[in-house]
Nanobody, 129 residues
Framework: QDQLVESGGGLVQPGGSLRLSCEAD????????IAWFRQAPGKKREGIVC?????????YYAGSVRGRFSGSRDTAKNTVYLQMNSLKPEDTAIYYC?????????????????????WGQGTQVTVSS
């Protein structure tokens, strides 16, 4: 069964950094576009970055994280990463990775939840002093 497993969350002070990992199990992560979403208490789940396969090489970022967050892949480890810098209290949320139902490329409507069919269990990120 195809799975995604997130790790790397935790408590960090404002201005700090974290790197989240999303390991694919049962399939090649690089055969799909993979996105990161987050959901804060009482808010809708929002897309923050979509990472196309290395053969496509196009990523999309939400405006709230552009310039601070960066998505990448390690094909040898079958893992997708989210590097988060200059963290703010409003970044506090559960972070999820998700696999697009089909396709290697992120598209302009990449943040639509219905495009994704496999989700990880989530990892908590808390930004607080």
């Amino acid at each position: 069964q195809d799975q995604l497993v997130e790790s790397g969350g935790g408590l960090v002070q404002p201005g700090g950094s974290l790197r989240l990992s999303c390991e694919a199990d049962g399939f090649s992560a690089n055969a799909y576009a993979i996105a990161w979403f987050r959901q804060a208490p009482g808010k809708k789940r929002e897309g923050i970055v979509c990472i196309s396969s290395t053969s496509v090489g196009i990523n999309y970022y939400a405006g709230s994280v552009r310039g601070r967050f960066s998505g990448s892949r390690d094909t040898a480890k079958n893992t997708v990463y989210l590097q988060m810098n200059s963290l703010k209290p409003e970044d506090t949320a559960i972070y999820y990775c998700a696999r697009r139902i089909s396709g290697r490329a992120c598209e302009s409507n990449w943040s639509t939840l219905e495009q994704y069919g496999t989700w990880g269990q989530g990892t908590q990120v808390t930004v607080s002093s």
